[in-house]
């Protein structure tokens, strides 16, 4: 298992001050960097090499980790590109850099359990989400009979990245809603949302009539792979939830 880590990001006003830097994969948290907690876990889960898509400021961050990176564009969608090409011929786990909370056993039960998948995405339940973190911002969504909450950590096979490429910049911008990714399924699936009748279940047919491929949603994962920082209160109560 190989990983790969989008660290592109980039933060202004208020954040930027919060953390002293533009760079969101930098910021600091538990006396290192949001980036540096993904690279430990990823370490304590036997993933064997990282590359990291970043700027200049991540490239001297890593200078000496042993770490891969690949120059990020001013644009996340080719980001995205890059980082589907980071591991020809290998399967491999796509995750942020914003992920405070990753930690190395969530990783390896999302790894376990998407073995038989040629894709899957983490989604974690709200109740235990809740849990977790009972004083993040909402980030959970009503799915037919469930209330999950969508991670920042995805799974490919070599097979699965040349199908993927097709629909990967539009699966970024819509990665953060659940109601835009259900946008992209189309009128009958979006109206199903709408009503309150999409499924999970729904999601993976649609995905795997999309790349021809077996793709799930691993449910019930460690909540820590889907709090994701997405701006000054969401940073700020990490390091709430740290401290």
């Not at 909540?223 to 940073?235: I, K, N, Q, S, W």
């Amino acid at each position: 298992m190989r990983a790969v880590i989008t660290a592109g990001g980039t933060v202004d006003g208020e954040f930027a001050n919060q953390i002293g830097t533009t760079i969101k994969a930098l910021a600091p948290f538990a006396s290192r960097t949001l980036l540096d907690t993904g690279l430990d876990a990823c370490a304590g889960a036997g993933i064997g090499e990282v590359a990291v898509v970043g700027g200049a400021e991540v490239r001297a961050h890593l200078r000496g980790a042993g770490v891969r990176v690949i120059e990020a564009a001013a644009d996340g969608g080719v980001n995205v590109l890059r980082a589907l090409d980071a591991w020809p011929g290998e399967r491999f786990i796509y995750l942020s850099s914003d992920l405070p909370f990753l930690a190395a056993g969530g990783l390896r039960d999302f790894i376990e359990r998407s073995r038989p998948f040629a894709v899957s995405m983490a989604l974690a339940s709200e109740p235990r989400y809740r849990a977790r973190f009972p004083d993040a911002p909402p980030h959970a969504v009503s799915l037919r009979g469930e209330r999950v909450v969508n991670g920042s950590a995805f799974i490919l096979a070599p097979e699965a990245v040349a199908p993927a490429r097709a629909l990967a910049v539009r699966l970024f911008d819509a990665r953060k809603s659940l109601f835009a990714l259900a946008r992209l399924l189309g009128p009958a699936l979006c109206a199903r949302f709408v009503t309150r009748r999409l499924a999970v279940s729904d999601i993976e047919a649609f995905g795997a009539r999309a790349l021809r491929l077996p793709v799930a949603a691993v449910r019930d994962c460690d909540p820590g792979l889907c709090y994701d920082v997405d701006t000054v209160e969401d940073y700020r109560t990490a390091c709430s939830l740290r401290a």
